[in-house]
Nanobody, 124 residues
């Protein structure tokens, strides 16, 4: 079983940037599909971005396209989410998720291993 821990959240003004990190322990992430999801108060958890274990497939939600970028560094056992041009509507708790199973990497239901989340707050 892999354990993942998010970091890098915080308070930022609209238009600013943050980089979230998802560090793994217990297993190497090399063969894991990885996803970032977010959940705002009173809303369902939603897909943000994902990267397959080979690194060649990196879908992202339409709402963040062109602003957010997911990447992975297998040598550091870490996945990143670079968030630029942040908007108040990006405010949420951001979760990292991992799983080695095949399937649609944009779906919450694919992932069995989740971090505790990191809060991102964007002020207007």
């Amino acid at each position: 079983q892999v354990n993942v821990v998010e970091s890098g959240g915080g308070l930022v003004q609209a238009g600013g940037s943050l980089r979230l990190s998802c560090a793994a322990s217990g297993r190497t992430l090399r063969r894991y599909n990885m996803g970032w999801f977010r959940q705002a108060p009173g809303k369902e958890r939603e897909f943000v971005a994902a990267i397959n274990w080979k690194g060649g497939n990196t879908p992202c939600a339409d709402s963040v396209k062109g602003r957010f970028t997911i990447s992975r560094d297998n040598a550091k056992n870490t996945v990143y989410l670079q968030m630029n041009s942040l908007k108040p509507e990006d405010t949420a708790v951001y979760y990292c998720a991992a799983d080695y199973r095949d399937g649609p990497i944009t779906l919450v239901s694919l992932y069995r291993y989740w971090g505790q989340g990191t809060q991102v707050t964007v002020s207007s």
